[in-house]
């Protein structure tokens, strides 16, 4: 079955930055797009990045491009988020996720795991 483990998150000072990683496995990684979205309290889901097979194309949300870097390693079946810049609107719970369809990577998932927290102070 599919598993994915995100770890990375913490709480740092706005403009510092942070790497979040995801572990994928029971499933062929490097044949689908994979994303990341986050989910503060209160408030709904917001897609933040996606990356396509091949890491040949990224997607980013406005509210983060140019901030926030995807990228994959499809030998170790590894996802990463750099966040730089960090800033207190990026609070939230990042989850990592297999996008079910591309055309809609901002909110089509199939997938997702468990979190990490990310606090900006």
């Known amino acids: 079955h599919v598993q994915l483990v995100e770890s990375g998150g913490g709480s740092v000072q706005a403009g510092e930055s942070l790497r979040l990683s995801c572990v994928a496995s029971?499933?062929?990684?490097?044949?689908?797009?994979m994303g990341w979205f986050r989910q503060a309290p209160g408030k709904e889901r917001e897609g933040v990045a996606a990356t396509y097979t091949g890491g040949s194309t990224e997607y980013y949300a406005d509210s983060v491009k140019g901030r926030f870097t995807i990228s994959r390693d499809d030998a170790k079946n590894t996802l990463y988020l750099q966040l730089s810049s960090l800033k207190p609107e990026d609070i939230a719970t990042y989850y990592c996720?297999?996008?079910?369809?591309?055309?809609?990577?901002?909110?089509?998932?199939?997938?997702w795991g468990q979190g990490t927290q990310v606090t900006v102070s």
């Open positions: 996720a297999k996008v079910l369809d591309s055309g809609m990577w901002y909110y089509s998932y199939s997938d």
């Open positions: 029971g499933y062929t990684f490097d044949k689908n797009c």
